[in-house]
């Protein structure tokens, strides 16, 4: 299975926490009937589809993932929602937009720009291809914040603090405000939107993780048995009381000066 399999994606991210996320960041866009909007980092196009159905069949919503295979689950879904017409989904990288500048109502860069190792040129280009006035809103983790429950926390840290790595941004959102400025936007909101699971269900967001967690450990270094045995005990966590997942996501709603 790879890391961005888009079944499971499907699965993780039709689930009540990330669907409120979803919620939230739609709610902050105020996306109207008529405008034009980009989803970076689209997935498999949940948000993107959702947007589609506010601007209607005079707006237009384009997704970009760096996955061939993410941008056709997108496809499908956008056809399955009955808004293929309203939506373009591509291939995309978040620092060179194939936009015209000055062309978007707004931006929306979910769990996208943790990834992004050169964060200045990703936000200049959300910036160019905007509307004065037009609105950028950003989720992201800092990874700081998860909690969970562990029978060893010690082990629990090594696996925490190796899995980060992966990420060129692990804890971006105390920066994003200095950056969001930087970049020509005015900072209107931030908003925490805490994901919590309090039992283990494999098609959960904490379920679908633990196994990419666990192998990106030992990618950066901590021993696979190690690993292992990290997953196992929280995968062995099915009785009531007995499991406990939280992670804060930060929403920044910008507008460009």
Same mark, same amino acid.
């Given at each position: 299975?790879?890391?961005?399999?888009?079944?499971?994606?499907?699965?993780?991210?039709? /689930?009540?926490?990330?669907?409120? $996320?979803?919620?939230?960041?739609?709610?902050?866009?105020?996306?109207?009937?008529?405008?034009?909007?980009?989803?970076?980092?689209?997935?498999?196009?949940?948000?993107?589809?959702?947007?589609?159905?506010?601007? *209607?069949?005079?707006?237009?919503?384009?997704?970009?993932?760096?996955?061939?295979?993410?941008?056709?689950?997108?496809?499908?879904?956008?056809?399955? /929602?009955?808004?293929?017409?309203?939506?373009?989904?591509?291939? *995309?990288?978040?620092?060179?937009?194939?936009?015209?500048?000055?062309?978007?109502?707004?931006?929306?860069?979910?769990?996208?720009?943790?990834?992004?190792?050169?964060?200045?040129?990703?936000?200049?280009?959300?910036?160019?291809?905007?509307?004065?006035? *037009?609105?950028?809103?950003?989720?992201?983790?800092?990874?700081?914040?998860?909690?969970?429950?562990?029978?060893?926390?010690?082990?629990?840290?090594?696996?925490?603090?190796?899995?980060?790595?992966?990420?060129?941004?692990?804890?971006?959102?105390?920066?994003?405000?200095?950056?969001? $400025?930087?970049? *020509?936007?005015?900072?209107?909101?931030?908003?925490?939107?805490?994901?919590?699971?309090?039992?283990?269900?494999?098609?959960?967001?904490?379920?679908?993780?633990?196994?990419?967690?666990?192998?990106?450990?030992?990618?950066?270094?901590?021993?696979?048995?190690?690993?292992?045995?990290?997953?196992?005990?929280?995968?062995?966590?099915?009785?009531?009381?007995?499991?406990?997942?939280?992670?804060?996501?930060?929403?920044?709603?910008?507008?460009?000066?």
């Amino acid at each position: 299975m790879t890391r961005f399999d888009p079944e499971r994606m499907e699965r993780m991210y039709g /689930s009540p926490p990330i669907a409120e $996320q979803r919620a939230r960041t739609r709610a902050a866009l105020a996306a109207r009937p008529g405008e034009r909007g980009l989803d970076i980092g689209t997935g498999v196009g949940f948000l993107a589809c959702e947007l589609a159905k506010e601007v *209607g069949a005079a707006g237009h919503v384009t997704g970009i993932d760096l996955g061939e295979e993410l941008v056709d689950a997108a496809r499908e879904k956008a056809r399955r /929602s009955g808004v293929e017409d309203q939506t373009t989904f591509k291939v *995309g990288d978040a620092t060179s937009l194939e936009i015209a500048d000055g062309s978007l109502d707004f931006v929306a860069a979910v769990q996208v720009y943790l990834y992004v190792k050169d964060i200045d040129r990703a936000l200049r280009e959300a910036a160019r291809v905007l509307k004065p006035g *037009g609105r950028l809103a950003v989720v992201d983790t800092d990874w700081d914040s998860c909690v969970w429950l562990t029978s060893d926390r010690a082990r629990h840290h090594r696996i925490m603090e190796a899995r980060v790595q992966e990420f060129a941004q692990p804890h971006l959102p105390p920066m994003l405000p200095r950056l969001l $400025q930087r970049a *020509g936007f005015a900072l209107k909101s931030v908003e925490a939107i805490p994901v919590l699971n309090r039992e283990y269900d494999p098609d959960s967001f904490s379920g679908g993780i633990i196994d990419i967690t666990a192998k990106l450990a030992t990618k950066f270094g901590v021993e696979a048995a190690e690993a292992a045995a990290w997953a196992d005990d929280l995968k062995s966590r099915t009785a009531e009381g007995e499991y406990f997942f939280s992670v804060n996501r930060y929403l920044f709603l910008a507008a460009r000066r």
